[in-house]
């Protein structure tokens, strides 16, 4: 039985040190906070001895970008997975009347913020994993769209559960390989303008028609994925799809099979002229 310098019991919270995770005991020097201000770091210090749940290091710079942090000269071309999420303004925190522990900006200049744009670089980029990054409200929606615009040279581009539903508003000239599962598309039409597309994957979708899938007809592409979308139970699915595409070489993982040819194209294929 052990008690922390506020009185409280702590015995509940022994665990061994082979089990508890690194990041568990705040207290620890040797755990970087160069981040934080010395506010922030009194705060941390005193919610560890109070015994009392401490918020976590990442708590200060929740809003911040990374090229908001001292020290730090990442750019984006150089981070694999980056939150590109923004927090809400001042005001929109004071509307909701909620009051979060971060640093105090300062008014940004017209050159700083072209400083931002060239750190940021997204022009540069060539494969990017944007995946699972919780657009919860539309300003941080039109944040992520506007980075997506700025792709001219991504042909990589993963877009994993980001409950996206429109991005017909997007182009991506060189994409080649786009994965977009786990997100709200209903139709093709809401896809991103992808002319060089050779692998599109859209699993877990709530894709119902077929409709707009002939817009890809003039596309490169080869392999496609609609597994757990409304549209796979459809009837003759593969023949429709391939009828559609005819270049593709590959749905869902299955290669072209000589069953899958549209039912027109085997009919022919059996007459014969008599002369």
């Not at 401490?54 to 090229?67: E, I």
């Not at 995946?131 to 993963?158: A, M, P, T």
């Not at 069953?259 to 002229?273: A, G, I, Q, W």
Request: net charge neutral; charged share 25%; with cysteine.
């Amino acid at each position: 039985m052990s008690e922390s310098s506020s009185g409280l019991n702590t015995s509940c919270l022994r665990f061994s040190a082979s089990h508890s995770p690194p990041c568990s005991d705040l207290s620890d020097p040797e755990i970087p906070l160069s981040v934080l201000s010395s506010r922030n770091r009194e705060l941390l210090q005193h919610s560890c001895d109070s015994g009392i749940a401490s918020p976590l290091p990442s708590d200060s710079v929740k809003y911040l970008t990374w090229h908001e942090l001292e020290e730090h000269d990442v750019q984006g071309s150089q981070i694999r997975c980056p939150r590109v999420r923004e927090g809400p303004s001042a005001e929109n925190r004071f509307c909701r009347g909620k009051h979060h522990i971060h640093c105090a900006r300062k008014q940004v200049k017209e050159q700083e913020k072209w400083g931002k744009r060239l750190q940021e670089n997204w022009e540069d980029c060539m494969s990017l994993n944007l995946s699972y990054q919780d657009l919860g409200d539309l300003y941080q929606v039109e944040n992520f769209k506007r980075i997506l615009r700025r792709l001219i040279r991504v042909e990589r581009l993963w877009l994993v559960d980001n409950s996206l539903g429109d991005l017909s508003a997007i182009c991506l000239p060189r994409c080649k390989e786009l994965k977009l599962n786990k997100n709200h598309f209903t139709s093709f039409r809401q896809l991103p303008k992808i002319p060089a597309i050779q692998h599109l994957s859209l699993e877990e979708n709530n894709i119902e028609s077929l409709h707009g899938l002939s817009g890809l007809r003039n596309s490169p592409l080869e392999s496609l994925v609609l597994q757990r979308n409304p549209c796979e139970f459809h009837e003759n699915y593969r023949q429709l799809v391939f009828s559609k595409l005819p270049n593709l070489k590959m749905l869902d993982g299955i290669p072209k099979l000589p069953e899958d040819r549209p039912p027109h194209t085997s009919f022919l294929s059996k007459t014969c002229t008599i002369l």
